[in-house]
């Protein structure tokens, strides 16, 4: 539990930024600790008013320069483990307060409310910030991760593929698959894992949609992006690619997202983090990374009948994507992921933010 003593003053560095100073959650502060704190006569008001602090909830606080240098990601979860923290003996993290804390991707952004799941007989009393869910779970589907209690990776998949629009479902679910190509990171979990834990479930609402998904994850799947190209794909009714085809080429190896025996034809799907992002550019420039990329693409393109490449935007809309795949030479036949139609709907929450 944090202490007011991580209140930064006027000018400090930030943390989060610095190796081996602490995470942005060890920045935060509760009301409860106020008095023995700053004393009777601080309030916690007074510093927000001098933009210090940065109130994320009642009772709860960050230090503000902490606060403003996060992403998106990172301030959901602070957020959760704020309210987590804030609680005696609080229930178990899940949903998405749970796959923040495991690294899943969601793809239609974080929630506004920190989710918890209880007994069946305990009823859920949700409020502003919070929702709980009365749905019940086993002993085995709980642990602590980041010094709270939270649902196992197994279970926080199973219930997001309950409910999650489904390419928010597949990504997750493809994410907790994944194996790393170079063996050096073991997978999350195995589909036999996910499989065991839904029995163990069952009954639930969208159990069997559920099913579906995690029948159609893949533990090759190297991104939200291509895992959201591969519902589209199915959907579409376009033959199933191979994923992470690898070409030699000149004594060099070339991965590929997506490949069609049959036509040999090959896709990539690229986001604008691999041109931008300081981690992925490893040390290099962006124009040289998009010199090594048209390189890449020019030699997979002489070994290849059909080439194409599209970004995250085409990647999140089905229609988009189609598109692309025709001009490709591909053919569409009858959709290969069969889903009750209400589940076919377009999350406008996912194409938007993905748009641009």
Not at 177 to 185: E, K, P
Not at 291 to 299: F, V
Not at 314 to 326: G, H, K
Request: proline share 5%.
């Amino acid at each position: 539990m944090s202490s007011s003593s991580n209140v930064p003053g006027p000018g400090a560095a930030n943390p989060s930024h610095e190796r081996g100073r602490r995470h942005p959650e060890e920045a935060l502060v509760f009301s409860r600790d106020v008095s023995g704190a700053f004393g009777a006569d601080m309030r916690l008001r007074r510093l927000v008013d001098r933009g210090l602090l940065q109130r994320i909830n009642r009772g709860q606080y960050v230090a503000a320069q902490e606060w403003s240098a996060l992403g998106r990601d990172d301030r959901y979860r602070v957020r959760v483990l704020a309210a987590a923290r804030s609680r005696t003996a609080a229930p178990p993290l899940s949903h998405e307060s749970a796959a923040v804390l495991w690294g899943l991707p969601v793809l239609a952004g974080w929630p506004a409310e920190v989710h918890f799941v209880t007994e069946r007989r305990s009823g859920g009393r949700s409020y502003p910030g919070v929702r709980v869910h009365a749905v019940g779970f086993d002993a085995r589907d709980v642990t602590v991760r980041e010094g709270v209690v939270l649902t196992t990776v197994e279970r926080t998949v199973v219930d997001l593929a309950a409910r999650l629009d489904v390419k928010s479902a597949v990504a997750v679910i493809d994410r907790a698959l994944a194996v790393d190509r170079f063996r050096r990171v073991p997978a999350m979990t195995t589909k036999l894992q996910l499989l065991e834990t839904w029995e163990r479930m069952l009954p639930f609402r969208g159990s069997v949609r559920a099913r579906v998904l995690i029948e159609f994850g893949s533990e090759l799947a190297d991104s939200p992006n291509e895992s959201a190209s591969r519902v589209n794909i199915a959907l579409s009714g376009f033959p199933e690619p191979v994923l992470q085809k690898t070409f030699v080429i000149d004594g060099r190896r070339y991965d590929t997202d997506f490949y069609w025996e049959e036509f040999d034809a090959v896709g990539e799907c690229d986001g604008d983090a691999k041109y931008f992002d300081p981690v992925l550019l490893g040390g290099r420039t962006t124009a040289e990374v998009v010199k090594a990329e048209k390189d890449r693409e020019d030699a997979i393109r002489r070994r290849v009948a059909a080439f194409g490449r599209w970004d995250s935007a085409v990647a999140m809309s089905q229609y988009r994507l189609r598109e692309r795949l025709l001009e490709l030479g591909l053919p569409a036949r009858r959709r290969r992921l069969l889903l009750p139609q209400s589940d076919l709907q377009r999350d406008p929450r996912v194409e938007r933010r993905y748009a641009g």
